[in-house]
């Protein structure tokens, strides 16, 4: 069983009320602490899966209150071993069962990884520009595991989580951060990869190649299952799943095809690569977004749910019309 040691700063003359609304948590163990005769610190370890719960009741509680501070760490190991202790489940705690899949860590904490996935600096620059020489490489040889080398290395998959989780929320300014990120990443890794097809003489027949120019309803399902897997895989902490991810729905080898067959001058197959990428990014970003919805990623502010609510309700319909023009697409081009 994983735990977190919740650590809560507060001014001391909320003390009284601390220890009222503590009395309703029920956590493995409470430590107070006065760091000033202003300021107390008050610890509260529990288990992972009541993280959100607790931060939900603190924030409803304390986030108007000056000095209000939550820190929540990851504890790797407790002694003595805590065993799991079967619990009569109450009402409450099965109606939330029935309602969402929770993920094993908090929203913050979610909020954090995905923001620190789309970071727009120079390393993020230098990273897409390296991993679109690998690629390019990797394509150009007809060599899969340079390929997938470049998949692993490229922050692109991030940004598109990250939009699905702003979604989600009804957080417009991750939204904006990870739009931005998304792009740039795009248009760098196609413009590097434009230069190489013009300056290149590049083999259109190469299997790598061919087959990043041909999208049927597969890709679509392998889009949308790989995204789902990206959604609970952030909520879990399961970086061998997210490594999963970014092989099986790689957003780089079709952008850096793409590129390529634009320097080349090769309209025809560039529509094929850039209908694949499309199908990825629009994939991953769908399925995203219901993925936290199913472990209920939500704000905890009424207001914010309700904004929140309106912009995933617009978010799925926009992006399940464009699936649905993109199936269409892929039928026509299947046909003709």
């Known amino acids: 069983m994983a735990f977190r040691l919740i650590e809560v700063l507060l001014p001391s003359v909320a003390e009284k009320r601390v220890k009222e609304v503590f009395e309703r948590i029920h956590g493995l163990g409470v430590w107070q602490e006065y760091l000033t005769e202003k300021q107390i610190s008050i610890r509260l370890l529990v288990p992972s899966e009541e993280t959100q719960d607790v931060l939900d009741v603190l924030e409803k509680e304390f986030s108007m209150v000056d000095g209000f501070r939550v820190l929540v ?29 929770l993920p094993s860590i908090s929203r913050e904490e979610l909020y954090q990884d995905v923001q620190s996935s ?20 990797g394509i150009l040889r007809d060599n899969v595991a340079i390929i997938i080398g470049a998949m692993v290395i490229a922050p692109l998959l991030g940004p598109n989580v990250a939009l699905s989780l702003a979604t989600t929320l009804g957080d417009i300014e991750l939204a904006r951060k990870a739009m931005k990120a998304n792009l740039m990443g795009i248009f760098t890794a196609l413009f590097f990869a434009g230069l190489l097809g013009f300056v290149l003489d590049i083999d259109t027949e190469i299997s790598e190649i061919t087959s990043r120019t041909e999208v049927g309803l597969g890709d679509i399902a392998l889009a949308l299952a790989a995204g789902a897997v990206a959604g609970f895989s952030f909520t879990a902490k399961a970086p061998s799943a997210l490594i999963g991810v970014m092989v099986a729905v790689a957003l780089l080898p079709p952008v850096v ?16 690569a850039l209908l694949l990428l499309l199908t990825n990014i629009i994939g991953i970003n769908l399925s995203g977004v219901v993925a936290f919805l199913a472990q209920g990623v939500r704000p905890v502010k009424w207001w914010e749910a309700d904004k929140a609510k309106k912009a995933t309700r ?14 269409v697409v892929i ?4 046909r003709s």
């Open 257 to 272: 095809v793409l590129g390529m067959l634009i320097g080349s001058w090769e309209w025809d197959l560039a529509g094929g």
């Open 118 to 137: 789309i970071k727009f600096s120079w390393n993020y620059i230098i990273l897409i520009f390296l991993s679109t020489i690998v690629a390019a490489i």
């Open 73 to 101: 760490t990851p504890v790797e190991a407790i002694l003595p071993r805590q065993e799991s202790v079967e619990e009569e489940p109450s009402e409450d705690k099965e109606e939330k069962k029935h309602e969402a899949i």
């Open 331 to 334: 039928l026509l081009a299947q």
């Open 314 to 327: 617009i978010a799925i319909v926009l992006w399940t019309l464009l699936l649905m023009v993109l199936v």
